[in-house]
C-alpha cells in the first residue's frame, strides 16, 4: 500500500508546469479508433486513467504506443467491439467508447459503468441520445448489447436534458462519421468539449459550434488520423494554485491559460490572493497574503460556472482562511466525502445536503487520512501542507487517476512530500 507523507507548514514558492488534461485526452484517446490513420496525440499526461484507456484500445485491437508526453495509436488492427467487464470497471469514463465503437464497428458490447465515489453516476442521457441516432440498445444483466439499426447511424436533432459532458461526447463520437447532420442542443461547454471537437476537426470531422450551447455534427463518410495537442489541464491548475494560496506562498505556472479558469480567479482575488498572467512569457503567478480571507460563496455549475472538480481543492484552502465560506455542490449528490477527512486534520466544516460551511481556523494539523476520491485526495495534499507536523495519506490510486508528478511538483516548489510504498 502506497502512501504519501507531508510534513506542513512550508511555504510553497517556485515553479510548475501543468500537464495535458486528463478529462480531454481520455475522449480523444477514444476518438482514435474513428481515425482511418495513425493518431499523435501530444502533451499526454502519465495517469493510470490513461494506461486504463490505452488497455482498452489495445484489447480493440489497436496499437498503442507511449514516448515521452506524446501517445501514438495506431487503429488499423481494430478487430474487436467489446470491452471486457474488468476493464470497464477501472474507469467509469470508459462508457465513452460506447458511441465511437458503435459509429467505427456497427455494433458494440460493454458493460454498464455503474455507480463510483461521487454517486450513482447514470448514463440515461447517454443512452437515450444514441438510441436517437439509430443505436438499439439492449440491456441484459449488467451488459449493454448494441447495434446499428441500417448501415451507419443517422444524424437528428438531440436536445439534453443537462449540458452533460459524457453524453455530448459519446454524441459527437457517434455522429462524426455518422449519416446527415446531428444538431445537439443543451450541450456541454467545457474546454474539454471544444478540445475533442478541434481533435475530431483535423481528422477530417465538420463540427461547428463547440464551446456554444449548440453544436452541429455534419457527418463524413471516413476520418484520417492527425497530431493533436491537448490542452492543459484546468483542474490541475487550480489545484497548484490552491496548495500555493494554503501555504501562503507564491507559485509561477507554465504551460496552462488562465482563460480556461475564468471562474475560478475571482475567488483566488477575494480570498486576498494577487494573480497575474503574462501574454509575453505565457506565465501565470499567484502569489498569496500570509493570511488568507474567507470566500464568500462558491456554487458549482457547468461550464462557464465553477467547477464541480476546483471545489474540493479550493474548499482545503478555505479551511485555513479568515472567517466563514460556503460551498453549494449542484453538479454531484455525493461530493463532500473529502469533508470527514478534511475535518480530522482540525478542518471546522458542516454539511447540510448540496451545503458546506467551512469556518476557517488558523491552522490544521498533521493526521493520518485517506482518499475519497480523485479531486477530494487532492484536497487533503492542499490541507496536509497547510497543517502543522506530519500527514499520511493513503488511497492514494484516487490521486494517481488524475495528477502526474504531483509530488515531484510540490517537491520542486518547497514541499515536504514524499511516497511510501
Ligand atoms: N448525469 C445524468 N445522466 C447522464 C449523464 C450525467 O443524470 O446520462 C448527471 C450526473 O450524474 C451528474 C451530472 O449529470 O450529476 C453531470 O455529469 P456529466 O455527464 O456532465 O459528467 P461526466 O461526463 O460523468 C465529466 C468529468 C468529471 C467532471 C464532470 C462535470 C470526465 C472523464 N469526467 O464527468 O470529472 O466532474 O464531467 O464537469 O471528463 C474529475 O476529473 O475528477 C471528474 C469527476
Redo the contacts with the bound molecule.
Keep these: 500500500m502506497s502512501r504519501l507523507i507531508i510534513e506542513g507548514l512550508h511555504k510553497l514558492d517556485g515553479e510548475a508546469v501543468i500537464h495535458g488534461a486528463?478529462?480531454s485526452v481520455?475522449?480523444i484517446l477514444a476518438a482514435t479508433i474513428l481515425a482511418g490513420g495513425t493518431s499523435e496525440i501530444a502533451n499526454c499526461p502519465r495517469l493510470s486513467?490513461v494506461r486504463a484507456t490505452s488497455a482498452i484500445l489495445r484489447y480493440l485491437g489497436c496499437s498503442v504506443t507511449a514516448q515521452d508526453e506524446v501517445v501514438t495509436v495506431d487503429p488499423s488492427g481494430l478487430c474487436r467491439s467489446d470491452i471486457p467487464d474488468d476493464l470497464m470497471r477501472e474507469m467509469?469514463?470508459s462508457i465513452?467508447f460506447l458511441g465511437a465503437i458503435a459509429a467505427r464497428m456497427g455494433e458494440a458490447h460493454l458493460s454498464f459503468p455503474g455507480g463510483c465515489e461521487?454517486?450513482?453516476?447514470?448514463?440515461?442521457?447517454?443512452?437515450a441520445a444514441l438510441r436517437r441516432l439509430g443505436l438499439v440498445i439492449e440491456e441484459e444483466r449488467g451488459r449493454l448489447n448494441c447495434h446499428i439499426r441500417g448501415q451507419r447511424l443517422k444524424g437528428t436533432t438531440i436536445t439534453l436534458e443537462?449540458?452533460?459532458?459524457?453524453?455530448t461526447?459519446n454524441i459527437l463520437l457517434a455522429s462524426a462519421t455518422a449519416e446527415g447532420v446531428t444538431v445537439i442542443v443543451n450541450a456541454?461547454r467545457?474546454p474539454?468539449i471544444v478540445d475533442l471537437c478541434c481533435y475530431l476537426n483535423a481528422c477530417g470531422a465538420r463540427i461547428t459550434g463547440a464551446g456554444e450551447g449548440t453544436i452541429t455534427i455534419e457527418g463524413v463518410d471516413r476520418l484520417g488520423g492527425c497530431r493533436h495537442q491537448v490542452l492543459p489541464d484546468r483542474?490541475e491548475t487550480v489545484t497548484y494554485m490552491a496548495a500555493a494560496a494554503a501555504t501562503g506562498g507564491r507559485v509561477v505556472l507554465s504551460r496552462t491559460n488562465p482563460a480556461l479558469i475564468a471562474s475560478v480567479l475571482p475567488a483566488f482575488e477575494e480570498a486576498g490572493c494577487h494573480t497575474d498572467w503574462s501574454e509575453a512569457s505565457r506565465l501565470l503567478t499567484l502569489e498569496a497574503p500570509e493570511r488568507l480571507s474567507r470566500v464568500t460563496s462558491v456554487l458549482t455549475m457547468?461550464?462557464p460556472g465553477f467547477?464541480?472538480?476546483a471545489q474540493a481543492p479550493v474548499m482545503a484552502m478555505t479551511c485555513v482562511a479568515q472567517g466563514t465560506s460556503v460551498f453549494i455542490e449542484t453538479?454531484?449528490?455525493n461530493r463532500y466525502r473529502h469533508v470527514d477527512e478534511l475535518s480530522r486534520l482540525g478542518a471546522r466544516i458542516k454539511v447540510e445536503g448540496r451545503v458546506a460551511v467551512v469556518e476557517g481556523v488558523p491552522r490544521l494539523s498533521g493526521a493520518q487520512v485517506e482518499c475519497t476520491?480523485?479531486?477530494g485526495g487532492a484536497a487533503l495534499v492542499i490541507a496536509a501542507l497547510a497543517a502543522d507536523g506530519e500527514t499520511e495519506i493513503t488511497a492514494l490510486q484516487h490521486l494517481d487517476r488524475?495528477y502526474d508528478g504531483l509530488e515531484e511538483g510540490l517537491s520542486n516548489l518547497g514541499a515536504s512530500i514524499r511516497r511510501e510504498e
Design positions: 486528463k478529462n481520455l475522449p486513467d467509469r469514463s465513452v461521487l454517486g450513482p453516476r447514470p448514463i440515461n442521457l447517454h443512452l443537462q449540458p452533460s459532458v459524457g453524453a461526447e456541454a467545457e474539454e483542474i457547468p461550464y467547477p464541480t472538480d453538479i454531484f449528490d476520491d480523485l479531486r488524475g
